[in-house]
T-cell receptor, first 114, second 113 residues
Framework: GAGVSQSPSNKVTEKGKDVELRCDPI?????LYWYRQSLGQGLEFLIY????????KSGLPSDRFSAERTGGSVSTLTIQRTQQEDSAVYLC????????????FGEGSWLTVV | QKEVEQNSGPLSVPEGAIASLNCTYS??????FFWYRQYSGKSPELIMS????GDKEDGRFTAQLNKASQYVSLLIRDSQPSDSATYLC?????????????FGQGTELSVKP
């Protein structure tokens, strides 16, 4: 597609429920990133996929968070047993994958846990 | 110590003035440096990238990099109210051939008419 596509754009869920957030990167981009941004805060790195390499999961805040990338394209971020502190915008981004390449962000998935 | 640090602001400048935004980073092997602009409720968009020491100019924007001091800055000349946004500094830590990007917390800029 023309840009990074994320869905859903908004999600309200009850505490304790699981949620899945989807990201469709720009066609041909081998690198895919997930970031989290809480209200008024900077971007918190969560996970990074580069081609067929093992993902860098060093930013995942707990074992309730997981992500996968199927076929080197679409990615799903799963949050199990959601907590109120998980409320944030989840931003996906993609790039051509070489160091220094520009990364392009999607519009984000706004998650509210009530 | 945070990997990428910025003053959170807000930084307020009058229209037409120069806005100066600063960023320091902790990892000496960092190779690539970026400035992103984020309007309220929107996703970040790239303004400038810089990879070598010195200045890089693009229109009203100038990025400055000093790897010895681990310091990168962004100057905005002739600031406009439309420049009011949060500016995010980002640093790429070499990871294989990829570009894991670490962001600072952002500096809020307000340009007053």
């Amino acid at each position: 597609g023309a840009g990074v596509s994320q869905s859903p754009s908004n999600k309200v869920t009850e505490k304790g429920k699981d949620v899945e957030l989807r990201c469709d990167p720009i066609s041909g981009h081998t690198a895919l990133y997930w970031y989290r941004q809480s209200l008024g805060q900077g971007l918190e790195f969560l996970i990074y996929f580069q081609g067929n390499s093992a993902p860098d999961k060093s930013g995942l805040p707990s074992d309730r968070f997981s992500a996968e990338r199927t076929g080197g394209s679409v990615s799903t971020l799963t949050i199990q047993r959601t907590q109120q502190e998980d409320s944030a915008v989840y931003l996906c981004a993609s790039s051509r994958g070489q160091s220094g390449n520009t990364i392009y962000f999607g519009e984000g998935s706004w998650l509210t846990v009530v | 110590q945070k990997e990428v640090e910025q003053n959170s602001g807000p930084l307020s400048v009058p229209e037409g003035a120069i806005a100066s935004l600063n960023c320091t980073y902790s990892d000496r092997v960092s190779q690539s440096f970026f400035w992103y602009r984020q309007y309220s409720g929107k996703s970040p968009e790239l303004i400038m990238s810089i990879y070598s020491n010195g200045d890089k100019e693009d229109g009203r924007f100038t990025a400055q990099l000093n790897k010895a001091s681990q310091y990168v800055s962004l100057l905005i000349r002739d600031s406009q109210p439309s420049d009011s946004a949060t500016y995010l500094c980002a640093v790429s830590l070499l990871y294989n051939q990829g570009g894991k990007l670490i962001f600072g917390q952002g500096t809020e800029l307000s340009v007053k008419p």
